[in-house]
């Protein structure tokens, strides 16, 4: 029995980061928390043990969709007799933690930059120029946080018990055998990648991405994601659009190419630990937000980088 319930991604070395966020954020409202991860791996589930005094792990696979994980979620938490369960705002999550919330006849209360108290916090708006006071009125609430707004939470002197929940299929009743084939993903995801590369319209009219840029990305193991004008433009899929109405990440390293600096689009990466910009435009806001600026054509500066980098690969 806990309180609060943090739910933990885990991949197939890790447990995402961003879900260390979301413990931060839970951490601060409830004393009394435990881990509920969701993967594959119980090596990796049980490097959650580090962070909770009690762990469930529900062994999930990546074929298995939100349609069977959230009935079997709702349940969990139901015997856990938590009354709040808190996760990062993620893709995954986005798709799922609504469905629970229904299914439970919780509150949903998502992207919140602050968490006061359990159930009750704070979101952004306005592209982070105001702010919106939330709070649930029903016993279960279930929260994302805006991972940017958190830190990674560290680990502490424990060894949790942990606890297994195998098949989401076989033990919980009710659950349908539907398996709903994942997206084929490929490189790391815009949300959970250390560094991102931002595409603008900088780089021209152009139907794929261009040669140099999908170097420099390979070189640093970044995702790629782009402006509104090159999502418009067909170049990137629109859920690969980073600011307002986009993501909003919150990496280690962003560069962004040929991209002005609009306000809708800085508001995506302000989490972001370094802003590095390349444009020709000494004027361009962007570099009022960069911690590094390049002013110059992309076509001159990013193959220079990638010869740096190649030969000092990170
Ligand atoms: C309600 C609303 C929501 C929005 N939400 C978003 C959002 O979520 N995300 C988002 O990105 N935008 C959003 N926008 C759009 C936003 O206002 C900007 O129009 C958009 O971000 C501009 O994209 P850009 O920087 O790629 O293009 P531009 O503003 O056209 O900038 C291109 C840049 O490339 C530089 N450049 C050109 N050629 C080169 C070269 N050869 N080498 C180097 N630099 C070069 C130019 O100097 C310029 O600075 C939103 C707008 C509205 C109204």
Redesign the pocket.
Known sequence: MCTTLVLLELTAETINPLSLRALSAARAVSEDLAGLALGESASVARKACAYFPGVIHLVTSEEMGAEILAPALCQIMEQSGCTQLVAAATPFSRDLLPRVAALAGASFLSQLSVLEFPGEGKRAVLAGKGVVAVRSLLPVSIITIEPSAFPVAAPLAIEGEISLRTDPVEEFPGISRKIIPSAARGGPSLLDAAVVVG??????PVQSLPLPLAQLATLLGAAVG??????DSGLFSPDL??????RVIAPECYIA?????????V??VRGAALIVA????EL?G?FETADVGFV????A?VPKLCELLGSNPR
Do not use: L, Y
């Not at 782009?226 to 999502?231: D, L």
């Not at 190419?257 to 689009?265: C, F």
């Open positions: 595409v603008g319209r900088g780089v021209g782009g402006t509104r004008a090159t999502c659009q980073i600011g307002q109405t986009g190419i040929g991209v002005s600096g609009a306000v809708q689009h508001a995506g390349i444009d020709k435009n361009a962007i110059g054509m992309w076509e500066v």
